[in-house]
């Protein structure tokens, strides 16, 4: 197969990936203008959105400039980035406001991802199929995650949602299946369907090991009523849960036998770990263990702790 054919189905490949993701998919502006790797246009507010970057063969890393031809930089654009395959790390100026549709999605290397206080909007599709992100700070001032923005981010472990945010959209982290738990603040009002808490198996399904935290009477707890998804109220902890992830699984017996051996650990609540309430020791691993094969234990593990 030649050269020209393997980039048309690649091509082709992306575009049906794009259309999964609920973005529609048009030609570049035909007024965009050229400087160095970036193609751009001007704005109505007279900044610049820039609309391709045109990588250098086998780049890795991309700084976004602040200013290109004199115009500050405060979006990207359409696909901008998108289906770059070789793409790890990006540094983003100081003045962006928005990542448009698509911007970086299929960019299944990028890791590296620390979003500017800047940002305003994340919109549709922005990172979808980022599988290679394990952790993710929404900055404050962000209002609004587009649907679909990091949908498929598969390695996705760690998401951090600030006070900032209002609307978060539809399928907005569907298929993260590596997002086990995560924190709603109180200022969400909207939440899409199925922007958390689903993954793919031959369709659509609930990830079963998903909890939601976030304030009473929220939308947060709306949402996981009904979803059927379990619901921590802020502050809330809970018998096991060692690490603080709001759930009692395997890990907190094991960071109870490293905080027990002086191996270090990246979360730990020793109130919850005494599940028995006669100070920490090996037993309350053990206890947690049992209490996982389902043998039946009177120390009320995986409930609040009053």
Known sequence: MGSKMRRLIAMLSAVMALFTAGISVHAADVGDQRSGIFSYRILDDG????????????????????????????SLGYYA????????????????????????SLCKKLRELTLPESLKTIDTAAFF?????????????????????????RGLEKVTIPDSVTSIGKMAFFDCTALHKVRIPSSTSDIGEMAFGYVLDNGAVPDPGFVMQGVDDSAAQQYAAANDIPFIPDGTMIRGDSDGDGRVTIIDATVIQRVLVGLPVASFN????????????????????????????PYHIGEPIV
């Not at 199929?129 to 949908?151: K, N, Q, W, Y």
């Not at 020793?270 to 234990?297: F, H, M, W």
Request: net charge negative; with cysteine; proline share 4%.
């Open 270 to 297: 020793e109130i919850c770990s005494d599940v028995d309430g006669n100070g920490l020791d090996i037993t309350d691993a053990t206890k947690i263990q049992r209490y996982l094969a389902d043998i039946p234990d």
């Open 81 to 104: 980035m998108g289906n770059y395959a070789q793409l790890e790390s990006v540094e983003f100026p100081g003045t962006l406001t928005n990542i448009g549709d698509g911007a970086f």
């Open 129 to 153: 199929g980022c599988s290679s992100l394990t952790e993710l700070t929404i900055p404050d001032g962000v209002t609004t995650i587009g649907s679909t923005a990091f949908r498929q981010c």
């Open 47 to 74: 900044n610049a959105e820039i609309t391709r970057v045109y990588f250098a063969e086998g780049q890795t890393a991309l700084v976004i400039p602040q200013e290109i031809d004199g115009y500050t930089v405060t």
